[in-house]
Nanobody, 126 residues
């Protein structure tokens, strides 16, 4: 069984930065691709960033490109999301997810992830 635990959320002013961490335990971490998703009040959950199981290939939602960076440290079984130049519209609960796929790539669809963390709140004040 795979378990994911996020940390690093909090309250920050617009223009500030936060770094989210997601520790993954239970199986061979390097065999899973990972993604970060977020859900704001009254809105559907949306894809934020994805990273391949090797860490070589990444992708981002248009709304965060150039501001957010996803990375992973397979030795520490941790996925990170560095968030810079935060905006009030980035306010949401951020969750990390892991999936096992033949190609080792993430998915834009939350339904294709089998493992999820509990989420961490990020609030950006104006």
């Amino acid at each position: 069984q795979v378990q994911l635990v996020e940390s690093g959320g909090g309250l920050v002013q617009a223009g500030g930065s936060l770094r989210l961490s997601c520790i993954v335990s239970g199986r061979t971490f390097s065999s899973y691709a990972a993604g970060w998703f977020r859900q704001a009040p009254g809105k559907e959950r949306e894809f934020v960033a994805g990273i391949s199981r090797s860490g070589v290939v990444t992708d981002y939602a248009d709304s965060v490109k150039g501001r957010f960076t996803i990375s992973r440290d397979n030795a520490k079984t941790t996925v990170y999301l560095q968030m810079n130049s935060l905006k009030p519209e980035d306010t949401a609960v951020y969750s990390c997810a892991a999936r096992s796929s033949v190609g080792g790539l993430w998915s834009f669809s939350a339904h294709e992830y089998g493992y999820w963390g509990q989420g961490t709140q990020v609030t950006v004040s104006s």
